[in-house]
């Protein structure tokens, strides 16, 4: 059974940081691509950043691009998202993924809020 588990998330002031972890178990975490994807209310879940199974990120949307950086611990099964230079449009929830043969497997998301 997949499963991912988010965590980090919290309230911080604009210009600050946080860095989320995404704790995975029921698949070969070492072979799978894994990304992040945030969605605010009311819109679209959008894909934050992506990482090839090896590491070397593969994808950062143009929104996160310089500020945030995607990265894996294979031998701990999880992949993080150290997110720099937060402002309040990043206020989302934010999601882990993989895609194991076509299918999209979801954690239950960390919510990040920025705010003074």
């Known amino acids: 059974q997949v499963l991912l588990v988010e965590s980090g998330g919290g309230l911080v002031q604009p210009g600050g940081s946080l860095r989320l972890s995404c704790a995975a178990s029921?698949?070969?975490?070492?072979?799978?691509?894994m990304s992040w994807y945030r969605q605010a209310p009311g819109k679209e879940r959008e894909r934050v950043a992506s990482?090839?199974?090896?590491?070397?990120?593969?994808y950062s949307s143009d929104s996160v691009k310089g500020r945030f950086t995607i990265s894996r611990d294979n031998a701990k099964n999880t992949v993080y998202l150290q997110m720099n230079s937060l402002n309040p449009e990043d206020t989302c929830v934010y999601y882990c993924?993989?895609?194991?043969?076509?299918?999209?497997?979801w954690g239950q998301g960390t919510q990040v809020t920025v705010s003074s």
């Open positions: 990482i090839r199974p090896s590491g070397g990120s593969t």
């Open positions: 993924n993989v895609q194991i043969f076509g299918n999209d497997y």
């Open positions: 029921g698949f070969a975490f070492s072979s799978y691509a």
